[in-house]
T-cell receptor
Framework: AQSVAQPEDQVNVAEGNPLTVKCTYSVSGNPYLFWYVQYPNRGLQFLLKYITGDNLVKGSYGFEAEFNKSQTSFHLKKPSALVSDSALYFCAVRDSKAAGNKLTFGGGTRVLVKP | NAGVTQTPKFRILKIGQSMTLQCTQDMNHNYMYWYRQDPGMGLKLIYYSVGAGITDKGEVPNGYNVSRSTTEDFPLRLELAAPSQTSVYFC?????????????FGPGTRLTVL
């Protein structure tokens, strides 16, 4: 079975400071990992994904994520947060052994960037 | 491309009523999905489809039905609506050229059952 956890319900950060949103996962095969962002009253937007290769993945809007196999983590990062980054962030995982391209989503982390 | 579109945006139902949530994608994606998002929770998969004529249950299928007669459309049917079905419903699609392609989401339908 595949599962994902986002241990923080909310992250508060001052504008210009680094932003980190945590995600850990559990799979039986190899993980395919995704980050999505949801702005108020909108659908989810894809940010980035890890499939294989470099552990540091770069995505949209200046976001990046670091895959750590030994810690089974895939934390989302941004070096300098903007007020406009305030949103709900979801981590998702798919086990390479799972059929149907089904993703399992974490509970989400609300990010609040203060001016 | 419009991407994934959903109608209606909002709906209020009375207990026991039925309705169909519409979802259409114009990206020629073979996979389509229905999720529900409850307050403070992540997304739960209701049903998914790997192509026209093929559907399968997700994590929380009870109280819902789907059909997939064309590549573009994937309607979700609620029969005998219950308050527990109050949620925001998202449709998504992906192209399974590779098993790790990202999913594209519609804007959602906010449903309230009273």
């Amino acid at each position: 079975a595949q599962s994902v956890a986002q241990p923080e319900d909310q992250v508060n950060v001052a504008e210009g400071n680094p932003l980190t949103v945590k995600c850990t996962y559990s799979v039986s095969g190899n993980p395919y990992l995704f980050w999505y962002v949801q702005y108020p009253n909108r659908g989810l937007q894809f940010l980035l994904k890890y499939i294989t290769g470099d552990n540091l993945v770069k995505g949209s809007y200046g976001f990046e994520a670091e895959f750590n196999k030994s810690q089974t983590s895939f934390h989302l990062k941004k070096p300098s947060a903007l007020v406009s980054d305030s949103a709900l962030y979801f981590c998702a995982v798919r086990d390479s052994k799972a059929a149907g391209n089904k993703l399992t989503f974490g509970g989400g982390t609300r990010v609040l960037v203060k001016p | 491309n419009a991407g994934v579109t959903q109608t209606p945006k909002f709906r209020i139902l009375k207990i026991g009523q039925s309705m169909t949530l519409q979802c259409t994608q114009d990206m020629n994606h073979n996979y389509m999905y229905w999720y529900r998002q409850d307050p403070g929770m992540g997304l739960k998969l209701i049903y998914y489809s790997v192509g026209a004529g093929i559907t399968d249950k997700g994590e929380v299928p009870n109280g819902y039905n789907v059909s997939r007669s064309t590549t573009e459309d994937f309607p979700l049917r609620l029969e005998l609506a219950a308050p527990s079905q109050t949620s925001v419903y998202f449709c998504a699609s992906s192209y399974l050229r590779d098993s790790y392609n990202e999913q594209f989401f519609g804007p959602g339908t906010r449903l309230t059952v009273l």
